[in-house]
């Protein structure tokens, strides 16, 4: 199938020559061509112009995206959209007063949702999960990283990784799958994290590399959860066996845990909604990308990530939902780049570049997505009629999508 997108309004993040990540000021930098042409051969980006420079194609479907923007799918990097149940009422808790803390504390949080995963049978669990992933790629997603660690034994991981590849086997966006074992201490080793951690350590990781069930091993570095040192062994440990860090750390403290991720050269250190200035230093020419969550911000009404200090001072960023139950149930990228510029003061160019480009790296997808690049992979939004793309997050929370495409199909009615 060939596809040619005509009368295009504005064709965004044209790079010709693919770039790994943008960092700094270049994130200022959002190539675009206005009036232009975008040719689909198969499922990959053939060739893109102006339309005065329209070749002949052998396109079989012409669509024409008068008024509109095309540009590509979003790249989200961080989610746990595997997960069995709702957790609405601590939603209501916390209306009520309660922290996030002491949510936990009472068996709520994680915990909670490792056991109704438990209970939940694995086509069941399949069928939630499939859902979710068809509704954030309405929602333009065009790749997408999803963790384990709502299992916590190693039966329940397994099952949550098995999952995920079956999600990989059955759609065609591009699918990661990182293993958070380390999400939380569960509740039949509360007295007993060091017999947890052996268990993550000598039994979890050892049947996920064997099975080829994971690339990516995560943990949750923060106060009450895991610390530096058992971050550090658990990441040695996946390390042995193949698999690249990609952790959780300064969601609620800094305690290291950036240090920690970029010494095991970690692909990415995510939330950062807490940033000291050494940790800021810490990023400076690392291959590690800093990855903001801001719909948790949002959610949680916790601090958001310094994002704008951290650009100033050079550094890339990535935006990403962390779609889950808990803290971020919403997997809607365009609420992230709206909430980015809004509340982090970004401005569009940047938070697009995070949202595409620099999600690609975090997901080690750079050469295939988050651009318009020829060859690349025709996974791509075509917007609703709008005045430009500074228009996406300005009117923010309506969808402004009207045609998503993976891998040169449109998959949005
Ligand atoms: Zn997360």
Redesign the pocket.
């Known amino acids: 199938m060939n596809i040619l997108i005509k009368n295009i309004r504005q064709l965004l993040q044209v790079r010709d020559t693919p770039v790994q990540k943008v960092s700094g000021r270049e994130m200022k930098n959002l190539p675009v061509i206005e009036n232009a042409y975008l040719y689909i051969e198969n499922n990959t980006i053939a060739d893109y112009g102006k339309m005065e420079d329209l070749p002949e194609t052998k396109a079989n479907e012409i669509i024409d995206a008068a008024g509109k923007v095309v540009m590509p799918a979003w790249c989200d990097s ?3 959209i595997v997960y069995a149940g709702n957790r609405e009422q601590e939603f209501v808790d916390r209306i009520n007063g309660l922290s996030y803390e002491e949510i936990a504390n009472r068996g709520g949080g994680i915990l909670n949702s490792a056991k109704k995963l438990e209970e939940t049978p694995e086509d069941d669990l399949y069928r939630q999960s499939a859902k979710r992933l068809e509704e954030v790629i309405a929602m333009g997603t065009g790749a997408i990283e999803i ?1 384990s ?1 709502y299992g916590l034994s190693t039966d329940a991981e397994l099952k949550m990784l098995r999952v995920i590849r079956r999600l990989q086997t059955n759609y065609d966006i591009p699918i990661k799958a990182t293993f ?1 074992g380390a999400h939380a201490i569960p509740a039949n080793y509360r007295n007993d994290r060091k017999g947890y951690i052996d268990l993550l350590i000598n039994e979890m990781i050892p049947a996920i590399a064997e099975k080829g069930l994971a690339e990516y091993v ?1 943990v ?1 570095c923060e106060k009450g959860y895991f610390t530096t040192e058992e971050t550090e062994r658990i990441l040695e440990a996946g390390k042995a066996f193949g698999l690249v860090p990609k952790i ?1 750390v300064n969601q609620f403290h800094a305690i290291g845990g950036i240090q920690t991720g970029i010494k095991h050269n970690a692909l990415s250190v ?2 950062l909604e807490v940033m000291r200035d050494e940790d800021i230093e810490a990023l400076k020419g690392s291959k590690t990308m800093p990855v903001a ?1 801001p719909s ?1 911000s949002y959610f949680l009404s916790i601090p958001y990530t310094p994002a704008r200090k951290m650009i100033d001072a050079g550094l890339p960023l990535a935006l990403a939902t ?1 779609y ?1 139950p808990g ?2 149930p919403s997997g809607n990228m365009n609420f992230v780049v709206a909430t980015a510029c809004i509340k982090m003061k970004i401005t569009p160019e940047e938070a697009i570049n995070a949202a595409t480009v620099n999600g690609a790296y975090a997901m080690g997808l750079s050469d295939t997505h988050g651009s318009i690049t020829r060859g690349k992979e025709a996974n791509l939004i075509i917007t609703r009629d709008i005045p430009g793309y500074a228009f996406l997050p300005y009117a923010f929370g309506n969808n402004h999508i009207d045609t998503v495409l993976i891998r040169g199909k449109v998959v949005t009615p």
Do not use: I
Request: aromatic fraction near 6%; include cysteine; proline fraction near 0%.
């Open positions: 961080h989610t746990h963790k660690g958070l995560d949750f959780h995510d939330h969550l948790c962390d889950n803290s971020t």
